[in-house]
């Protein structure tokens, strides 16, 4: 793994644990955390991500081992785990609160970039949040989406989209690495995601303009936009303005990638959005907030 990545992590506070050669102590570490045993490819991970397992039970979340698989129950919700990353997104979601939006009114949201479906569950649980329309272009990782979807309730408020949104409409061939699905966009494995291991899948890309505009008719409640989506995030912004979609949007959480905040910040700005940017320095990842 480059060091951009461990930058990252440490920026939020984290590291990545190395797995002990002693395969017999790693186990024991991880139980003293979980209560419980795990097999050898789930160790591997969680040992990665030990400090992210710590970190959220020490927020009240609890694990259990169903069908062999780590389960972690935090805020009611519960997700089977796959791999290290998704133990940081749900630190990033339900520690952080990276996507916290708390309002008065209803409203539905657009998540953009669904990957695992934590966003979307986390959404779930909001009673002011009456409906979510979830993309996710690549099958396999919807595949772990439908799981966590099939042990929370909630879930019933999620319509799941097996296509990817931008402009202009196509279909793609990109590289795919399981390890890092949530690091995978329309230009495949992030380019600072140093992985061997790729598998290609071919996606649609649909209109993102007809598909808000579709799903949004005679709707009375909030627009919100949480954009993830490695890299395509910029041609979305566009098309928006282009179609006159953004004056309908009252709210959007964009993680931006590589190509830095200043296209997507002047764009909102010039739709009379108010804008918070973090992490604006950085040459790889980092958040803007827009509201109205």
């Not at 919100?224 to 959480?253: H, P």
């Not at 964009?254 to 002047?266: R, S, Y």
């Amino acid at each position: 793994m480059k060091n951009i990545i461990k930058k990252l992590l440490n920026g939020l506070g984290f590291q990545i644990s190395r797995l002990p050669q002693n395969n017999s102590l790693a186990q024991d570490e991880l139980f003293e955390v979980l209560g419980f045993s795990v097999d050898e490819k789930q160790r591997d991970f969680l040992m990665r991500g030990k400090n992210f397992l710590m970190n959220l039970k020490a927020n009240n979340a609890t694990f259990k081992s169903i069908n062999n698989k780590l389960v972690i129950q935090i805020d009611g919700l519960k997700f089977s785990i796959n791999s290290w990353e998704e133990l940081l997104i749900l630190n990033e979601v339900f520690i952080e609160g990276i996507y916290n939006y708390k309002s008065e009114d209803e409203f539905i949201l657009f998540d953009i970039g669904m990957n695992v479906g934590i966003t979307s569950l986390y959404f779930s649980n909001n009673k002011k949040c009456s409906s979510i329309f979830a993309f996710e272009p690549f099958s396999k990782t919807r595949e772990f989406a439908k799981e966590n979807f099939s042990l929370n309730h909630t879930s019933s408020k999620i319509n799941v989209y097996d296509f990817g949104l931008g402009y202009p409409e196509r279909t793609i061939k990109v590289n795919y690495n399981e390890e890092f699905k949530g690091s995978v966009g329309i230009n495949g494995v992030a380019e600072y995601i140093n992985v061997e291991d790729k598998d290609v899948f071919e996606l649609e890309i649909r209109d993102v303009a007809e598909s808000i505009l579709k799903n949004s008719i005679n709707n009375n409640k909030s627009i919100i936009l949480k954009i993830d989506c490695e890299g395509a995030e910029y041609e979305i912004i566009n098309r928006l303005k282009e179609q006159n979609v953004l004056s309908k949007i009252s709210c959007l959480m964009i993680e931006w990638h590589v190509k830095g905040p200043n296209q997507i910040v002047d764009t909102l700005q010039s739709e009379d959005f108010k804008i918070f940017s973090f992490n604006e320095n950085s040459k790889t990842i980092g958040m803007i907030y827009a509201l109205k």
